[in-house]
């Protein structure tokens, strides 16, 4: 099955989707090919920074040690004024070179290749995040995802963390 997630990094519900994925993919380790493309919205002042540092750990084939540990501890750097200190602690223990990093990130191409990737999730019909595409079919979220992919693999199951409603 091929998959392609465009995702933010400071997007909430693309942590929970990653939760999905990896419970999918402990299950079924062999039976997908996961391509993450980048989507920063403008509404997370973080999102663009967070997929550059993610790009950079691309070139050092260290993508997924790095995607991991954003999301893992999003809600320990989402909400912070600067994130640049935190990204470098978390490519340090990814085990990135941090001078390759340094130099990966002054690198104007890096955005671009995060931008155009972006501009690309738009002229597919990309609107918000996380949405996946499951052999060329849009699955937008979290849930829908589990639910397609159940319908995929009927013994998979997810169970979603309670959410106490807030709302005003």
């Keep these: 099955m091929w998959v ?6 400071q997007c909430p519900s693309c942590a929970l989707s990653s939760k999905v994925l990896d419970a999918y993919l402990k ?26 540092y993610s ?9 997924w040690a790095f995607h991991r540990l954003l999301f893992e501890n999003q809600n320990e750097w989402k909400d912070l004024p600067d994130v640049t200190e ?8 990814a085990g990135l070179n941090l ?3 340094d130099v990966c990130i002054a690198n104007p191409h890096t955005k671009e ?5 972006n501009a690309d ?13 499951i052999n060329g079919k849009m699955i937008v979220g979290p849930k829908p995802l589990a639910e397609e992919l159940k319908l ?7 169970d979603f963390p309670k959410v106490e409603n807030n709302a005003h």
């Excluded at 790009?55 to 993508?63: S, Y």
């Excluded at 290749?113 to 990737?117: Q, S, T, W």
């Excluded at 995929?152 to 997810?158: A, Y």
């Design 152 to 158: 995929i693999s009927p013994d998979f199951t997810f």
């Design 121 to 133: 999730s738009l002229t597919v019909g990309v609107a918000s995040t996380p949405t996946f595409f």
């Design 4 to 9: 392609v997630e465009y995702m933010d990094y």
């Design 86 to 93: 935190k990204l470098h602690g978390y490519a340090r223990l």
């Design 27 to 52: 299950k079924y380790p062999s039976s997908l090919y996961l391509q993450v493309r980048f989507h920063p919205l403008t509404q997370h002042p973080h999102g663009l920074e967070s997929a550059i």
């Design 99 to 101: 001078k390759k990093l």
């Design 55 to 63: 790009e950079c750990a691309t070139r050092q084939n260290k993508f």
């Design 113 to 117: 290749k995060v931008l155009e990737e």
